[in-house]
């Protein structure tokens, strides 16, 4: 398989090209990136399969010949609202396969659309494939599986988990992007039917075994993907976890961004800053008491009793943003999972085959069944305080 890794030099492509580099289904490796002295970097460090070359993704003839030449691109360009449908379309011109980390709603949206283009060319795309969305997806297919009817679906991420290596005096794509997602309003599930609310509203989590925790809303995908895999869904929603500092900068920065006192720039250029100022041990994420640092919480009817369950990931490739959303980039990029058309992680990917794929890439090589710990509604609080316990003693011991 002739991969090409389009952004490879970046933080994200570059954790990503380490694993398909190293999966002897990889014939040939090429590190794109706009920066060329970059992309020869990675490509010379990572071995012989690997070549860099400059690509600059606006330049469309020039994207579509390198497309052309691959089996697969591996899409780390963002911010998606900007890249992400253009360089699809480029990847269906070229019949070439194509998976990415989009993490914007509206480029997901558009990019579904392209799926009878897809079809048509017999071209397999996979779109929002890291952590979240991403794993994110699938543990809410995880947490789903256990009820008999789903009705509302939470997905939520600790924002502390999202600290990217930082760029000179610039804000990083994932930052612009955050900022974007907090600036107005988002679209959210409300009694079946997709809206658009507020970023930033206060949610209540209830969580078995953990109790009760606190999230505000986020314009992520999984609230308006995740219904392709829970057709009677009535409510959906991604929240961020953070401590009350936090949540408080992020509704100052929402202020300001309304009151146009800053610019999307700006406010990601100051949200940089402060990132840089505070950075945050994602090993102190793992700790009882709170609420996970990547979870989906499913809730509603099982055995026609009101019910919820609740799946979170226990163990992760790395300590940084990077290996937590590249890595499980490539590992869905080589599931071999092939069916022509626009996809979600949900409609995709098996669960239980990516998380058992996903171990051996995590730290201390976990069994598969130690990736995911999921906890219900009807359990006993003995046993969910056992699944929960076992869980992170676990994942404290391969985070050391």
Same mark, same amino acid.
């Given at each position: 398989m002739?991969?090409?890794?389009?952004g &490879?030099?970046?933080?994200?492509?570059?954790a990503?090209? /380490?694993?398909?580099?190293?999966?002897?289904?990889?014939?040939?490796?090429?590190?794109?990136?706009?920066?060329e002295?970059?992309?020869?970097?990675?490509?010379?460090? =990572?071995?012989? %399969?690997?070549?860099?070359?400059?690509?600059?993704?606006? *330049?469309?003839?020039? =994207?579509?010949?390198a497309?052309?030449?691959?089996? =697969?691109?591996?899409?780390?360009?963002?911010?998606?609202? /900007?890249?992400?449908?253009?360089?699809?379309?480029?990847?269906?011109?070229?019949?070439?396969?194509?998976i990415?980390?989009?993490?914007?709603?509206?480029?997901?949206m558009?990019?579904?659309?392209?799926?009878?283009?897809?079809?048509?060319?017999?071209?397999?795309?996979?779109? @929002?494939?890291?952590?979240?969305?991403?794993?994110?997806?699938?543990?809410?297919?995880l947490?789903?599986?256990? $009820?008999?009817?789903?009705?509302?679906?939470?997905?939520?991420?600790?924002?502390?988990?999202?600290?990217?290596?930082?760029?000179g005096?610039? #804000?990083?794509?994932?930052?612009?992007?955050?900022?974007?997602?907090?600036?107005?309003?988002?679209?959210?599930i409300?009694?079946?039917?997709?809206?658009?609310?507020?970023?930033?509203?206060?949610?209540?989590?209830?969580?078995?075994?953990?109790?009760?925790?606190e999230?505000?809303?986020?314009?992520?995908?999984?609230?308006?993907?995740?219904?392709? #895999?829970f057709?009677?869904l009535? *409510?959906?929603?991604?929240?961020?976890?953070?401590?009350?500092?936090?949540?408080?900068? $992020?509704?100052?920065?929402?202020?300001?961004?309304?009151?146009?006192? =800053?610019?999307?720039?700006?406010?990601?250029?100051?949200?940089?800053r402060?990132?840089?100022?505070?950075?945050?041990?994602?090993? %102190?994420?793992?700790?009882? &008491?709170?609420?996970?640092?990547?979870? #989906?919480?499913?809730?509603?009817?099982?055995? @026609?009793?009101a019910?919820?369950?609740?799946?979170?990931?226990?163990?992760?490739?790395?300590?940084t943003m990077?290996?937590?959303t590249?890595?499980?980039?490539?590992?869905?990029?080589?599931?071999?999972?092939?069916?022509?058309?626009?996809?979600?992680?949900?409609?995709?990917l098996?669960?239980?085959e990516?998380?058992?794929?996903?171990?051996?890439?995590? $730290?201390?090589a976990?069994?598969?069944?130690?990736?995911t710990?999921?906890t219900?509604?009807?359990?006993t609080?003995?046993?969910?305080?056992?699944? $929960?316990?076992?869980?992170?003693?676990?994942a404290?011991?391969?985070? %050391?």
């Amino acid at each position: 398989m002739r991969v090409v890794a389009l952004g &490879g030099a970046g933080e994200m492509g570059r954790a990503a090209a /380490r694993v398909l580099h190293g999966d002897s289904r990889v014939t040939a490796l090429t590190i794109a990136d706009r920066d060329e002295s970059a992309a020869h970097a990675v490509a010379a460090e =990572l071995g012989a %399969k690997a070549r860099g070359r400059r690509l600059d993704v606006t *330049d469309g003839p020039s =994207l579509t010949a390198a497309l052309r030449e691959a089996d =697969l691109v591996v899409n780390t360009v963002g911010p998606y609202f /900007r890249f992400g449908p253009p360089i699809l379309a480029a990847a269906i011109a070229a019949h070439c396969d194509y998976i990415d980390i989009c993490d914007d709603p509206q480029p997901t949206m558009d990019m579904l659309e392209l799926d009878a283009q897809a079809r048509a060319a017999g071209v397999t795309a996979l779109v @929002g494939m890291g952590a979240s969305p991403g794993i994110a997806n699938l543990l809410a297919v995880l947490a789903g599986s256990e $009820l008999d009817r789903v009705d509302s679906v939470v997905t939520g991420w600790n924002i502390h988990s999202a600290h990217t290596e930082p760029a000179g005096q610039c #804000a990083t794509a994932a930052v612009v992007h955050g900022m974007l997602q907090i600036a107005g309003d988002i679209p959210v599930i409300r009694d079946g039917v997709r809206t658009q609310r507020p970023a930033l509203e206060r949610m209540r989590i209830d969580y078995p075994g953990l109790g009760t925790g606190e999230g505000r809303s986020f314009g992520h995908p999984e609230a308006i993907t995740v219904s392709r #895999a829970f057709p009677e869904l009535r *409510d959906a929603t991604t929240v961020v976890v953070g401590d009350r500092s936090t949540s408080a900068a $992020l509704l100052a920065l929402r202020w300001a961004m309304g009151a146009r006192l =800053l610019t999307l720039d700006q406010a990601a250029g100051l949200a940089a800053r402060v990132e840089r100022l505070l950075p945050a041990d994602p090993a %102190k994420l793992i700790t009882a &008491g709170g609420l996970p640092p990547l979870f #989906a919480i499913a809730t509603g009817l099982r055995e @026609g009793v009101a019910a919820t369950a609740a799946t979170a990931l226990c163990q992760v490739p790395g300590l940084t943003m990077a290996d937590n959303t590249g890595v499980p980039l490539a590992v869905a990029a080589l599931s071999g999972s092939r069916n022509p058309g626009v996809h979600t992680p949900e409609t995709l990917l098996d669960p239980h085959e990516f998380f058992a794929a996903f171990a051996p890439h995590c $730290l201390g090589a976990p069994s598969p069944a130690a990736m995911t710990v999921t906890t219900r509604s009807w359990a006993t609080e003995e046993d969910n305080t056992a699944a $929960l316990s076992s869980a992170l003693l676990t994942a404290l011991l391969t985070t %050391k």
